[in-house]
């Protein structure tokens, strides 16, 4: 786009010919940085206002993990995002680059639509971080004199990115807001307060923000996912997480984006917390997303009866969600005589006051 500068990208690799195997790919897009060393990436890193690090992994004296210790240690590149290089593909180190705070990995030989596709994702999840951050934090400052204003400009702002996160995903269009409405009439019904229903409405609103992370052709997908794309899919809890707990002003939304998908017997993901040390936020927002799913349509069935939805719900009482939160949901589909809480229906016609 005119005016816009192209992101800054360090390439650090000790290999010359891999070095300007990568300036090549990205010569075209990006202004590119080089170091062949660690000592000289946390010297530029120093000097120089970057978008992204690649960083290979095997390097002589300071390899990749020392050095995205040091950057991390920073304050000016603690946040900075980093993919690392690699030559492997053994599991554990990649287990090991993730713990460390890599973003991705990017196997040599390098395949340049692939590395290309990886850079552009994690680029875009963190200008959408800092950007959203910048944005809200403008706006409470600018109007903190009109609270009721403010509230009411937050909820449209979040709306508008679950409709955005939502549009990725041709198959869950207006999901992100039922999962709301659903999780604040649980937790109304629960006994929690005005403010903590407030509190995981938003919760709802973005628990999948860290689908923005998921390739569009995976997440629309007609037919079944392999398992390296359902592992793909199984990252947005991580990515959600990291998006919303980095930003100050509304870190506490972080904890639906994370553990929605940890079930109460210990097999969900991505931490498999099990019963009462899943936060309650999230075993409220795991029923409302599981309702949801099924009673909306997908490409291969239509949104499921609701005995069906019952069934499945009651199944999983006690394993995969919290039983007093499926006892609520159930209770919100009884007084639910004609089914309007399915995709589709109107919003005001669910069996609940909020």
């Given at each position: 786009m005119e005016g816009v500068m192209p992101a800054r990208i360090l390439v650090v690799d000790d290999d010359a010919i891999s070095l300007r195997v990568v300036q090549r790919i990205l010569a075209k897009y990006y202004q590119v940085e080089t170091a062949t060393s660690g000592s000289e990436c946390l010297e530029i890193v120093r000097r120089v206002s970057l978008d992204l690090i690649l960083l290979d992994i095997q390097m002589t004296g300071m390899d990749g993990f020392?050095?995205?210790?040091?950057?991390?240690e920073d304050e000016k590149s603690a946040e900075l995002p980093v993919i690392f290089l690699t030559a492997t593909d053994d599991a554990e180190v990649?287990?090991?680059?993730?713990e460390a705070g890599a973003e991705d990995f990017i196997r040599k030989p390098f395949v340049p639509k692939i590395m290309l596709h990886r850079i552009r994702h994690v680029l875009e999840i963190y200008r959408l971080r800092y950007h959203l951050e910048s944005e809200v934090s403008r706006q409470i400052e600018a109007t903190v004199e009109k609270q009721k204003k403010l509230e009411s400009f937050v909820e449209q702002t979040m709306l508008t990115l679950a409709h955005t996160i939502d549009a990725k995903d041709r198959y869950t269009s207006g999901h992100s807001a039922r999962v709301a409405l659903y999780s604040r009439e649980i937790s109304k019904r629960a006994g929690r307060s005005e403010e903590e229903q407030r509190v995981i409405y938003f919760m709802g609103l973005l628990h999948d923000i860290g689908k923005i992370g998921v390739p569009d052709e995976i997440l629309n997908k007609p037919g079944k996912l392999t398992n390296e794309e359902y592992a793909a899919i199984k990252k947005h809890p991580a990515v959600g997480y990291k998006i919303l707990n980095n930003m100050e002003s509304i870190h506490e939304l972080s904890v639906g984006a994370r553990w929605h998908h940890e079930r109460y017997d210990g097999k969900g993901y991505p931490d498999g917390l099990s019963g009462k040390d899943i936060p309650d936020a999230a075993r409220i927002i795991g029923v409302a997303d599981a309702y949801d799913a099924m009673s909306s349509s997908r490409s291969y069935r239509n949104y499921l009866p609701q005995d069906v939805i019952r069934g499945e719900l009651v199944k999983g009482r006690g394993t995969q969600f919290d039983p007093g939160y499926v006892d609520i949901?159930?209770?919100?589909?009884?007084?639910?005589?004609?089914?309007?809480m399915h995709e589709g229906s109107e919003m005001d016609a669910m069996p609940h006051s909020v």
């Open positions: 020392e050095t995205l210790r040091l950057i991390r990649e287990a090991r680059g993730l949901m159930l209770a919100m589909m009884d007084e639910d005589k004609d089914y309007r």
